[in-house]
Protein backbone atom coordinates (compact mmCIF):
# COMPACT_ATOMS: atom_id res chain seq x y z
CA UNK A 1 0.00 0.00 0.00
CA UNK A 2 2.89 2.53 1.19
CA UNK A 3 4.50 1.49 -2.87
CA UNK A 4 1.81 2.21 -4.52
CA UNK A 5 1.36 5.51 -2.91
CA UNK A 6 4.53 6.28 -3.42
CA UNK A 7 4.52 5.86 -6.97
CA UNK A 8 1.24 7.46 -7.53
CA UNK A 9 3.24 10.45 -5.89
CA UNK A 10 6.12 10.57 -8.39
CA UNK A 11 3.79 10.33 -10.77
CA UNK A 12 2.16 13.90 -9.89
CA UNK A 13 5.23 15.07 -9.45
CA UNK A 14 6.41 14.45 -13.23
CA UNK A 15 3.48 15.39 -14.15
CA UNK A 16 3.83 18.86 -12.84
CA UNK A 17 7.08 20.04 -13.09
CA UNK A 18 7.95 17.82 -16.33
CA UNK A 19 11.38 17.77 -18.38
CA UNK A 20 12.81 20.82 -18.04
CA UNK A 21 14.88 21.51 -21.45
CA UNK A 22 17.06 24.53 -20.19
CA UNK A 23 18.88 24.53 -23.71
CA UNK A 24 15.71 25.15 -25.35
CA UNK A 25 15.35 28.73 -23.41
CA UNK A 26 18.32 29.83 -25.14
CA UNK A 27 17.99 31.25 -28.35
CA UNK A 28 20.39 30.19 -31.14
CA UNK A 29 22.06 33.72 -31.74
CA UNK A 30 22.66 33.60 -28.07
CA UNK A 31 24.46 29.98 -27.64
CA UNK A 32 26.41 30.80 -31.14
CA UNK A 33 27.51 34.35 -28.71
CA UNK A 34 28.57 31.96 -26.26
CA UNK A 35 30.33 29.78 -27.95
CA UNK A 36 32.48 32.48 -29.97
CA UNK A 37 33.30 33.67 -26.35
CA UNK A 38 34.86 30.71 -25.42
CA UNK A 39 36.64 30.21 -28.64
CA UNK A 40 37.66 33.30 -28.42
CA UNK A 41 39.28 32.96 -24.91
CA UNK A 42 40.72 30.03 -25.94
CA UNK A 43 42.76 31.02 -28.83
CA UNK A 44 43.52 34.83 -26.56
CA UNK A 45 45.09 32.24 -24.05
CA UNK A 46 46.75 30.12 -26.47
CA UNK A 47 48.24 33.01 -28.51
CA UNK A 48 49.50 33.83 -25.34
CA UNK A 49 51.42 30.97 -23.90
CA UNK A 50 52.43 31.13 -27.33
CA UNK A 51 53.90 34.63 -27.08
CA UNK A 52 55.46 33.18 -23.90
CA UNK A 53 57.43 30.75 -25.69
CA UNK A 54 58.26 32.70 -28.16
CA UNK A 55 59.47 35.28 -25.69
CA UNK A 56 61.82 32.60 -24.24
CA UNK A 57 63.12 31.91 -27.60
CA UNK A 58 63.95 34.80 -28.48
CA UNK A 59 65.72 35.39 -25.20
CA UNK A 60 67.60 32.37 -25.10
CA UNK A 61 68.50 32.56 -28.90
CA UNK A 62 70.12 36.41 -27.84
CA UNK A 63 72.32 34.60 -25.32
CA UNK A 64 73.87 32.80 -28.95
CA UNK A 65 77.08 33.96 -29.36
CA UNK A 66 77.69 33.06 -32.84
CA UNK A 67 79.68 36.09 -33.68
CA UNK A 68 82.73 34.92 -36.29
CA UNK A 69 84.54 37.20 -39.05
CA UNK A 70 84.95 35.16 -41.90
CA UNK A 71 87.02 37.56 -43.58
CA UNK A 72 90.82 37.16 -44.41
CA UNK A 73 89.69 32.89 -44.62
CA UNK A 74 89.53 31.63 -48.35
CA UNK A 75 86.43 30.00 -49.87
CA UNK A 76 86.90 26.70 -48.58
CA UNK A 77 87.68 27.81 -45.01
CA UNK A 78 84.67 30.41 -45.48
CA UNK A 79 82.34 27.17 -46.27
CA UNK A 80 83.64 24.95 -43.70
CA UNK A 81 83.24 28.11 -41.24
CA UNK A 82 79.05 28.52 -42.09
CA UNK A 83 78.17 25.09 -42.39
CA UNK A 84 79.27 24.48 -38.78
CA UNK A 85 77.92 27.71 -37.66
CA UNK A 86 74.48 26.95 -39.15
CA UNK A 87 73.89 23.17 -37.92
CA UNK A 88 74.83 24.46 -34.35
CA UNK A 89 72.30 27.67 -35.41
CA UNK A 90 70.12 24.81 -35.57
CA UNK A 91 70.90 22.63 -32.79
CA UNK A 92 70.71 25.94 -30.26
CA UNK A 93 67.43 26.92 -31.85
CA UNK A 94 65.69 23.27 -31.13
CA UNK A 95 67.11 23.48 -27.51
CA UNK A 96 65.75 26.79 -26.63
CA UNK A 97 62.21 25.80 -28.03
CA UNK A 98 62.26 22.97 -25.83
CA UNK A 99 63.52 24.37 -22.75
CA UNK A 100 61.12 27.42 -23.09
CA UNK A 101 58.23 24.76 -23.11
CA UNK A 102 59.90 24.18 -19.50
CA UNK A 103 58.80 25.69 -16.22
CA UNK A 104 60.55 23.69 -13.63
CA UNK A 105 64.25 24.98 -14.09
CA UNK A 106 65.43 22.40 -11.40
CA UNK A 107 64.04 19.23 -14.04
CA UNK A 108 66.60 16.91 -15.60
CA UNK A 109 65.26 18.11 -18.92
CA UNK A 110 65.87 21.42 -18.50
CA UNK A 111 69.35 20.69 -17.74
CA UNK A 112 69.78 18.53 -20.86
CA UNK A 113 68.20 21.22 -23.17
CA UNK A 114 70.47 24.14 -21.32
CA UNK A 115 73.24 22.12 -21.20
CA UNK A 116 73.40 21.51 -25.11
CA UNK A 117 72.69 25.91 -25.65
CA UNK A 118 75.63 26.28 -23.15
CA UNK A 119 77.71 23.37 -25.75
CA UNK A 120 76.94 25.19 -28.49
CA UNK A 121 78.04 28.66 -27.48
CA UNK A 122 81.12 27.55 -25.70
CA UNK A 123 82.00 25.86 -29.28
CA UNK A 124 81.14 28.73 -30.94
CA UNK A 125 83.68 30.69 -28.51
CA UNK A 126 86.16 28.07 -29.34
CA UNK A 127 86.13 28.32 -32.70
CA UNK A 128 86.59 31.84 -32.90
CA UNK A 129 89.46 31.60 -30.67
CA UNK A 130 91.41 29.16 -32.31
CA UNK A 131 90.55 31.35 -35.65
CA UNK A 132 92.15 34.29 -34.79
CA UNK A 133 94.98 32.30 -33.36
CA UNK A 134 94.88 30.25 -36.55
CA UNK A 135 94.97 33.51 -38.67
CA UNK A 136 97.49 35.68 -36.77
CA UNK A 137 100.11 32.14 -36.87
CA UNK A 138 99.52 32.50 -41.21
CA UNK A 139 100.69 36.09 -41.16
CA UNK A 140 103.51 35.44 -38.52
CA UNK A 141 104.54 32.48 -40.40
CA UNK A 142 104.60 34.23 -43.88
CA UNK A 143 106.59 36.96 -42.74
CA UNK A 144 109.18 34.57 -40.93
CA UNK A 145 109.50 32.83 -44.39
CA UNK A 146 110.14 36.49 -45.71
CA UNK A 147 112.64 37.01 -43.22
CA UNK A 148 114.73 33.72 -42.84
CA UNK A 149 113.54 33.41 -39.24
CA UNK A 150 112.51 30.12 -38.99
CA UNK A 151 114.90 26.97 -38.17
CA UNK A 152 116.30 24.61 -40.69
CA UNK A 153 115.75 22.57 -37.55
CA UNK A 154 112.25 22.29 -37.95
CA UNK A 155 110.92 18.40 -38.79
CA UNK A 156 106.88 19.66 -40.22
CA UNK A 157 108.13 22.68 -41.83
CA UNK A 158 106.04 21.71 -45.02
CA UNK A 159 102.79 20.06 -42.98
CA UNK A 160 103.09 23.89 -41.43
CA UNK A 161 103.42 25.25 -45.11
CA UNK A 162 100.55 23.51 -45.86
CA UNK A 163 98.42 24.24 -43.11
CA UNK A 164 99.17 28.20 -44.05
CA UNK A 165 98.18 27.95 -47.11
CA UNK A 166 101.53 28.16 -48.93
CA UNK A 167 102.33 24.49 -49.97
CA UNK A 168 100.48 21.55 -50.97
CA UNK A 169 96.73 22.44 -50.33
CA UNK A 170 94.87 20.55 -47.03
CA UNK A 171 91.02 20.38 -46.38
CA UNK A 172 90.10 22.51 -43.77
CA UNK A 173 87.72 21.11 -41.33
CA UNK A 174 85.50 22.13 -38.09
CA UNK A 175 85.47 19.27 -35.81
CA UNK A 176 83.03 18.95 -32.30
CA UNK A 177 82.95 21.79 -29.61
CA UNK A 178 84.77 24.33 -32.76
CA UNK A 179 87.82 22.84 -32.87
CA UNK A 180 89.81 23.31 -36.68
CA UNK A 181 92.00 21.07 -38.31
CA UNK A 182 93.41 20.53 -41.58
CA UNK A 183 93.24 17.08 -44.01
CA UNK A 184 96.96 15.91 -44.34
CA UNK A 185 98.00 12.90 -46.23
CA UNK A 186 95.44 10.68 -44.48
CA UNK A 187 95.44 12.14 -41.25
CA UNK A 188 93.58 15.45 -39.71
CA UNK A 189 95.92 17.43 -37.99
CA UNK A 190 93.78 18.78 -35.21
CA UNK A 191 95.35 22.48 -35.03
CA UNK A 192 95.46 22.89 -31.08
CA UNK A 193 97.94 19.51 -31.04
CA UNK A 194 100.12 20.90 -34.01
CA UNK A 195 103.13 21.79 -33.09
CA UNK A 196 103.84 24.99 -34.97
CA UNK A 197 107.37 26.27 -36.38
CA UNK A 198 110.31 27.50 -34.07
CA UNK A 199 112.43 30.13 -35.07
CA UNK A 200 116.05 29.84 -34.95
CA UNK A 201 117.36 30.18 -31.66
CA UNK A 202 120.01 33.39 -31.60
CA UNK A 203 119.05 33.88 -27.74
CA UNK A 204 121.41 30.71 -26.80
CA UNK A 205 123.40 31.61 -29.80
CA UNK A 206 124.17 34.73 -28.63
CA UNK A 207 124.32 33.62 -24.86
CA UNK A 208 127.00 31.18 -26.40
CA UNK A 209 129.00 33.92 -28.09
CA UNK A 210 128.90 36.20 -25.46
CA UNK A 211 130.47 33.84 -22.74
CA UNK A 212 133.45 32.92 -25.46
CA UNK A 213 133.91 36.46 -25.81
CA UNK A 214 134.25 36.87 -21.60
CA UNK A 215 136.18 33.68 -21.44
CA UNK A 216 139.05 35.27 -24.26
CA UNK A 217 138.68 38.31 -22.40
CA UNK A 218 139.42 37.26 -18.91
CA UNK A 219 143.07 35.88 -19.93
CA UNK A 220 142.63 32.81 -17.80
CA UNK A 221 142.57 28.97 -18.53
CA UNK A 222 139.42 27.38 -17.19
CA UNK A 223 140.05 25.18 -14.09
CA UNK A 224 137.42 22.52 -12.38
CA UNK A 225 135.20 25.18 -10.71
CA UNK A 226 135.04 27.04 -13.37
CA UNK A 227 134.31 24.46 -16.09
CA UNK A 228 131.66 22.89 -13.43
CA UNK A 229 129.76 26.35 -13.60
CA UNK A 230 130.13 26.57 -17.26
CA UNK A 231 128.40 23.42 -17.38
CA UNK A 232 125.33 24.12 -15.44
CA UNK A 233 125.25 27.30 -17.31
CA UNK A 234 124.87 25.21 -20.83
CA UNK A 235 122.44 22.32 -18.96
CA UNK A 236 119.98 25.34 -18.69
CA UNK A 237 120.57 27.08 -21.98
CA UNK A 238 119.91 23.43 -23.60
CA UNK A 239 117.07 22.38 -21.73
CA UNK A 240 114.77 23.21 -24.53
CA UNK A 241 115.43 20.32 -27.33
CA UNK A 242 114.04 22.87 -29.98
CA UNK A 243 117.97 24.72 -28.89
CA UNK A 244 119.34 21.40 -29.38
CA UNK A 245 117.29 21.28 -32.97
CA UNK A 246 118.24 24.57 -33.84
CA UNK A 247 121.75 24.37 -33.20
CA UNK A 248 122.76 21.20 -34.51
CA UNK A 249 121.50 21.94 -38.12
CA UNK A 250 122.74 24.25 -40.78
CA UNK A 251 120.78 27.76 -38.69
CA UNK A 252 124.62 29.39 -37.64
CA UNK A 253 126.81 27.86 -40.24
CA UNK A 254 127.77 31.49 -41.61
CA UNK A 255 128.64 32.41 -37.81
CA UNK A 256 131.12 29.24 -37.22
CA UNK A 257 129.16 27.61 -35.14
CA UNK A 258 128.98 23.83 -35.90
CA UNK A 259 128.92 20.78 -34.29
CA UNK A 260 131.21 17.16 -35.27
CA UNK A 261 129.56 15.49 -38.20
CA UNK A 262 127.10 12.83 -37.34
CA UNK A 263 125.87 14.60 -34.20
CA UNK A 264 122.51 15.59 -35.03
CA UNK A 265 119.26 15.69 -33.01
CA UNK A 266 117.51 12.48 -32.01
CA UNK A 267 114.03 13.23 -30.40
CA UNK A 268 114.42 9.49 -29.18
CA UNK A 269 117.55 10.25 -27.28
CA UNK A 270 117.70 14.08 -26.37
CA UNK A 271 120.01 13.57 -22.85
CA UNK A 272 122.56 11.87 -24.59
CA UNK A 273 122.69 14.54 -27.87
CA UNK A 274 122.84 17.62 -25.06
CA UNK A 275 125.34 15.81 -23.53
CA UNK A 276 127.40 15.66 -26.89
CA UNK A 277 126.69 19.51 -27.31
CA UNK A 278 127.71 20.06 -23.73
CA UNK A 279 130.85 18.46 -24.60
CA UNK A 280 131.47 19.96 -27.79
CA UNK A 281 130.68 23.32 -26.20
CA UNK A 282 133.08 22.86 -23.13
CA UNK A 283 135.69 21.96 -25.35
CA UNK A 284 135.57 25.20 -27.40
CA UNK A 285 135.61 27.18 -23.87
CA UNK A 286 138.54 25.69 -23.24
CA UNK A 287 140.46 26.60 -26.33
CA UNK A 288 139.11 29.64 -26.51
CA UNK A 289 140.32 30.36 -22.75
CA UNK A 290 143.69 28.87 -23.49
CA UNK A 291 143.60 31.20 -26.52
CA UNK A 292 143.07 34.64 -24.33
CA UNK A 293 145.88 33.61 -22.05
CA UNK A 294 148.51 32.77 -24.55
CA UNK A 295 148.03 36.10 -26.82
CA UNK A 296 148.03 37.96 -23.28
CA UNK A 297 150.93 36.25 -22.15
CA UNK A 298 152.42 37.13 -25.47
CA UNK A 299 151.98 40.75 -25.50
CA UNK A 300 153.26 40.74 -22.00
CA UNK A 301 156.33 39.39 -22.95
CA UNK A 302 157.18 40.69 -26.59
CA UNK A 303 160.34 39.83 -26.37
CA UNK A 304 161.49 35.90 -25.12
CA UNK A 305 165.22 35.29 -25.32
CA UNK A 306 164.07 31.80 -25.45
CA UNK A 307 162.53 31.79 -28.48
CA UNK A 308 164.56 32.98 -31.60
CA UNK A 309 161.08 32.90 -33.89
CA UNK A 310 159.87 36.42 -31.55
CA UNK A 311 159.73 39.19 -34.35
CA UNK A 312 158.63 42.38 -34.34
CA UNK A 313 155.61 44.10 -36.24
CA UNK A 314 157.56 45.61 -38.73
CA UNK A 315 159.82 42.11 -39.09
CA UNK A 316 156.65 40.45 -39.59
CA UNK A 317 155.09 42.61 -42.39
CA UNK A 318 158.76 42.23 -44.02
CA UNK A 319 158.34 38.43 -43.78
CA UNK A 320 154.50 38.59 -45.31
CA UNK A 321 155.42 41.33 -47.98
CA UNK A 322 158.19 38.62 -49.37
CA UNK A 323 155.69 36.03 -49.75
CA UNK A 324 152.93 38.11 -50.92
CA UNK A 325 155.94 39.20 -53.75
CA UNK A 326 157.28 35.96 -54.67
CA UNK A 327 154.07 34.24 -54.47
CA UNK A 328 155.59 31.28 -52.39
CA UNK A 329 152.94 31.87 -49.67
CA UNK A 330 153.37 29.38 -46.13
CA UNK A 331 153.77 29.82 -42.47
CA UNK A 332 155.40 32.89 -40.88
CA UNK A 333 156.47 32.32 -36.92
CA UNK A 334 155.60 35.14 -34.92
CA UNK A 335 156.14 33.72 -31.21
CA UNK A 336 156.12 30.25 -29.70
CA UNK A 337 152.29 30.70 -29.13
CA UNK A 338 151.69 32.72 -32.34
CA UNK A 339 151.45 32.13 -36.04
CA UNK A 340 150.46 33.65 -39.14
CA UNK A 341 149.23 30.88 -41.85
CA UNK A 342 148.41 31.67 -45.44
CA UNK A 343 145.16 30.96 -46.27
CA UNK A 344 144.06 30.81 -49.95
CA UNK A 345 140.23 30.60 -48.87
CA UNK A 346 141.14 33.62 -47.26
CA UNK A 347 143.25 35.52 -49.21
CA UNK A 348 144.98 36.50 -46.39
CA UNK A 349 147.04 35.43 -43.10
CA UNK A 350 144.74 33.51 -40.97
CA UNK A 351 146.34 33.99 -37.23
CA UNK A 352 147.18 30.90 -35.40
CA UNK A 353 147.53 30.98 -31.72
CA UNK A 354 148.50 27.82 -29.72
CA UNK A 355 146.74 26.54 -26.63
CA UNK A 356 148.96 26.20 -23.15
CA UNK A 357 146.91 23.67 -21.88
CA UNK A 358 146.68 21.34 -25.46
CA UNK A 359 149.79 22.58 -27.51
CA UNK A 360 147.49 22.75 -30.24
CA UNK A 361 147.22 25.44 -33.11
CA UNK A 362 143.70 26.98 -33.60
CA UNK A 363 142.55 29.87 -35.77
CA UNK A 364 142.26 33.51 -33.76
CA UNK A 365 138.61 34.73 -33.73
CA UNK A 366 136.99 38.13 -33.56
CA UNK A 367 134.54 38.83 -31.35
CA UNK A 368 131.87 38.35 -34.01
CA UNK A 369 133.00 34.61 -34.39
CA UNK A 370 135.12 35.57 -37.65
CA UNK A 371 138.92 34.34 -38.04
CA UNK A 372 141.48 37.16 -37.53
CA UNK A 373 142.73 37.82 -41.16
CA UNK A 374 145.70 40.26 -42.42
CA UNK A 375 144.87 40.79 -45.74
CA UNK A 376 148.10 43.10 -46.52
CA UNK A 377 151.30 43.20 -44.15
CA UNK A 378 150.37 46.82 -43.12
CA UNK A 379 147.35 45.51 -40.94
CA UNK A 380 149.95 43.55 -38.90
CA UNK A 381 150.32 44.91 -35.38
Known amino acids: MADKELLRTYGDLAATKGFVDYGSSISPGRALEVAARKASNAAAERESKNAAIKSGINANMAKMDDNVDLTAYTSEEQKGIRNFITAE ?97 DEVVAYSDFDKPFAKDFKTVNKILDKTNTLFSNHRELNVHSERALRAELTTMLNNPKALQSLLSSDFDDIGISFPEGLVYDPANIDAIRSQVMDTLMASYKDVAAQGKAEYDASRNPANPSNATDKNAAAIQGMMQAQIDSGDFGLINVSSNVQLKWSPANQGYVKMVRSSASGSWKAQQNSDGNRVVYLTPSHYK
Open 89 to 185: RSRYAFAANEISKISDTTSPEYRHYADIMNEVNNGFKNLKTQLDGYKSDKVEFVKGVESDLWSAGNENFDTAASIYGVNEPTTFVIGDGGNIGFGVG
